[in-house]
């Protein structure tokens, strides 16, 4: 059984693995190389296996850093089979067309077409429920098992040649609204583990909440606009599920509420298809106070000028992205509101090193955004128990439960790493740092 890192190893982002096990040739995620260009540059280096001859592809999730480059391994031969869950097959097909839009804006350096982005999704021809057996040729099993990350987020668990190993994709932080919590792993031979907190503790929900009531109260109080950089997915959903419930127990008062971002927009729509999937608390909440997704407060701001009128506004919370301020809406919202001391900035997701956003959230005073130098003086927070990534705590009590003999740490940056493999080594678990294009046999 041979494994091979062909992405997220020794970075966040691009996280994807090549299986050869029980005669199968299996990827688990495709994803997209993100942050600095030196970084970006990967997208374009050649895959350490040969895309023609993979029979499986089985993606854990939506999120672009885990299927970014489906549609290049559709370019470059791979006509495999694509297995995910119901919701993120849905996903899939917003992420992919949205990413492709942006690659055809590249021209010369695009990676691949919206052409190629609907032919890949027509790969993903099976589509699973979590605990359910697929077998993925003679003797090669895999189980999907709910990672509580994103709607539709699983880990994989794959047994083929008297092994199991587990894939964890993204593992989700405990107790939020839209997701279940985090399932165990079964037992495990070797566990691939994703190490994006690895150096962090997060603080409680209820805290995180009560931060963000505090902003948006004072903000407004004082004639500002409180701007939420948000990812597209889950993130923007739970904002504006929190909003949504702040304002009814009348924790925030009335306000406009802009969803200023076209992808998290037709994100919300695949939400409201799949409510029976959320925890119990929110389905109550949906039933008995109304829908999040549509009150009255909340405008989607679908054109281009609809979006550009609210930058100009006082006392509105925008939620707008992209997530890290890498591009996106939010960029001349950021323009228009750093500068001015009254209104505020909320981070509320992961800011990669290199980004707009990790230099903001950093405390930089000055930043350059649409090519103007813009002085930062408007009020920056950072929230952080609104993560949809586990923490150190989860980490390590989830790999345990697997009891592995061995434990690759991919999907981190060095001090997430370094945190993690010395709290599992210190509990009996050898973990070490898988290598870029590294293969370990097993
Ligand atoms: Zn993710």
Redesign the pocket.
């Known amino acids: 059984m041979n494994l091979t890192f062909a992405g997220a190893a020794g970075t966040v982002t691009g996280s994807c693995f090549h299986l050869e096990a029980g005669g199968q040739r299996i990827i688990i995620d495709c994803g997209m190389f993100q942050g600095p260009p030196e970084l970006e540059a990967r997208n374009l280096v050649p895959f350490p296996f040969d895309p023609k001859k993979v029979d499986w592809l089985v993606l854990t999730?939506g999120?672009l850093?885990?299927l970014g480059l489906v549609p290049r391994l559709f370019r470059e031969g791979f006509r495999g089979q694509g297995i995910c869950t119901l919701p993120t097959r849905d996903i899939a097909h917003v992420m992919l067309m949205d990413a492709a839009r942006i690659q055809e804006e590249e021209g010369e350096a695009a990676l691949y077409t919206a052409a190629d982005a609907l032919a890949s999704l027509d790969l993903f021809r099976t589509q699973v429920e979590y605990g359910q057996e697929l077998a993925l040729g003679e003797g090669v099993r895999a189980r999907f098992h709910d990672a509580g990350?994103?709607l539709g987020?699983a880990f994989v668990e794959i047994e083929a040649e008297g092994k199991t190993i587990v894939f964890s994709g993204?593992l989700g932080n405990r107790g939020k609204p839209l997701v279940e919590d985090p399932a165990y792993p079964p037992k495990a031979d070797i566990v691939v583990l994703e190490s994006t907190y690895g150096d962090r503790e997060h603080p409680p929900l209820e805290q995180s909440v009560n931060e963000l009531r505090d902003v948006i109260v004072d903000t407004l109080a004082g004639g500002g606009n409180v701007v939420i950089p948000s990812f597209a997915l889950e993130r923007t959903q739970e904002v504006l599920y929190l909003l949504f419930w702040m304002w009814r127990e009348h924790r925030i008062p009335a306000c406009p509420i802009y969803l200023d971002s076209p992808l998290a927009t037709q994100a919300t729509r695949i939400f409201e298809r799949h409510t029976e999937r959320f925890p119990a608390p929110a389905r109550r909440l949906f039933r008995k106070k109304g829908d999040p997704f549509d009150f009255e407060l909340l405008e989607y701001t679908l054109t281009r000028a609809a979006s550009k009128r609210i930058s100009t506004e006082s006392g509105a919370i925008i939620i707008a992205g992209s997530g890290m301020c890498t591009g996106g809406r939010v960029l001349y919202h950021l323009r228009d509101n750093l500068p001015r001391p009254e209104s505020a900035v909320v981070f509320v997701g992961y800011q990669a090193i290199g980004t707009l956003g990790r230099a903001i959230a950093d405390g930089t005073p000055r930043v350059e955004v649409l090519g103007s130098i813009v002085p930062v003086r408007a009020a920056i927070h950072k929230i952080e128990g609104l993560s949809?990534h586990a923490d150190l705590p989860i980490l390590t009590d989830w790999v345990l439960h697997a009891d592995p003999r061995a434990v690759f740490l991919v999907h981190g940056e060095p001090p997430a790493f370094a945190s993690l493999a010395e709290r599992l080594a210190s509990r009996g678990c050898p973990a070490r740092v898988a290598g870029w294009h590294e293969t370990v046999t097993l």
Do not use: E, F, G
């Open positions: 999730h999120h850093d885990h990350h994103i987020a993204d949809a």
